[in-house]
Nanobody, 115 residues
Framework: QVQLVESGGGLVQPGGSLRLSCAASGIMFRIYTMGWYRQAPGKQRELVAAISSGGSAGYVDSVKGRFTISRDNAKSTVSLQMNSLKPEDTAVYYC?????????WGQGTQVTVSS
């Protein structure tokens, strides 16, 4: 069956960095657009970054220049490097394969940015 397993979340001070990773199994990873979404308390889930099968990446405006999404098709993993973290980045971060509600989802990993 399809599994997306996120790791790398945690507590970090403002200005700090974290690297999230998502390991996929049960799908032909290399053909999927992969994305990272986040959901803060009381807010809707939003797309943070996505990377196509060809390696083209896109970001929501609020993280441009701070976050970098990458993929390793040989290892079936997608990563999100998050730098210069802000308190407003606090959320549960979810890995997605295939895009939006029709895709596959991981269980989520908590990222908390606080001093």
């Amino acid at each position: 069956q399809v599994q997306l397993v996120e790791s790398g979340g945690g507590l970090v001070q403002p200005g700090g960095s974290l690297r999230l990773s998502c390991a996929a199994s049960g799908i032909m990873f290399r053909i999927y657009t992969m994305g990272w979404y986040r959901q803060a308390p009381g807010k809707q889930r939003e797309l943070v970054a996505a990377i196509s099968s060809g390696g083209s990446a896109g970001y929501v405006d609020s993280v441009k220049g701070r976050f970098t999404i990458s993929r390793d098709n040989a290892k079936s993993t997608v990563s999100l490097q998050m730098n210069s973290l802000k308190p407003e980045d606090t959320a549960v971060y979810y890995c997605n394969a295939g895009g939006g509600s029709m895709g596959y989802w991981g269980q989520g990993t908590q990222v908390t940015v606080s001093s």
